[in-house]
């Protein structure tokens, strides 16, 4: 049973456009819900991430919405650079542990 | 100052044969995470190490999977009776582990790309 269901599978944006991947949850126990980022041939590094009791966090261009209610929160990056072109794995954790539930990740192209 | 490590970085191996892939945390890092990511999926959730405490072996597929820790630091992840289907990046990660809950940064490794043949 997948608890954490990510979309799109695959993003291609232009350079300075806004790329947005969704993600939902079923456990309403999940507490911690990181981003990471993960280039080919490296290990995910985690990007930005919230906790449910704020319903947006904003780093530089990388911003969080979350919807406790929907069940759903999403990544946005605005000004998107050929640099970010990488695959994204949203992820959701419970308060009593630190086990990572991922999704299946999004393959976010981004051309020039 | 170092990251996590990984070795080997790629494994090829036969049917049936028995690997072992080893994780170097970070230092001081007092938990440590395995996970699995196959093609094109995300990563699969395998065991869990927190300090002194039991480990959380719930996301092992099978019993062929094995991890241990030793002095609380290095960790080996054995695969016994390797089949096709094992075949994916081993990653592991490691966090400070302060907090005993959710919402510590996980410090991921390289992985091991294992092909069984």
């Known amino acids: 049973q997948q608890q954490v269901k990510q979309s799109p599978q695959s993003l291609i944006v232009q350079k300075g456009g806004i790329s947005i991947i969704n993600c939902a949850y079923e456990?309403?126990?999940?507490?911690?819900f990181p981003w990471y980022q993960q280039f080919p041939g490296k290990g995910p590094a985690l990007l930005i991430a919230i906790r449910p009791d704020v319903s947006e966090k904003k780093e530089g261009r990388f911003t969080i919405s979350f919807n406790k209610s929907a069940k759903q929160f999403s990544l946005h990056i605005m000004d998107s650079q050929p640099g970010d072109s990488a695959t994204y794995f949203c992820a959701a954790s419970r308060l009593d542990t630190d086990k990572l539930i991922f999704g299946t990740g999004t393959r976010l192209q981004v051309f020039p | 100052g170092a990251g996590v490590s990984q070795s080997p970085s790629n494994k090829v191996t036969e049917k049936g044969k028995d690997v072992e892939l080893r994780c170097d945390p970070i230092?001081?890092?007092?938990?440590l995470y395995w996970y699995r990511q196959s093609l094109g999926q995300g990563l699969e959730f395998l065991i869990y190490f927190q300090g002194n405490s039991a480990p959380d072996k719930s996301g092992l597929p099978s019993d062929r999977f094995s991890a241990e820790r030793t002095g609380g630091s290095v960790s080996t992840l054995t695969i016994q009776r390797t089949q096709q289907e094992d075949s994916a990046v081993y990653l592991c990660?490691?966090?400070?582990?302060?907090?005993?809950?959710?919402?510590?940064?996980?410090?991921f490794g390289p992985g091991t790309r294992l092909l069984v043949l």
């Open positions: 990660a490691s966090s400070r582990g302060l907090s005993g809950g959710a919402g510590e940064t996980q410090y």
């Open positions: 230092s001081g890092h007092t938990a």
């Open positions: 456990n309403t126990a999940f507490d911690y």
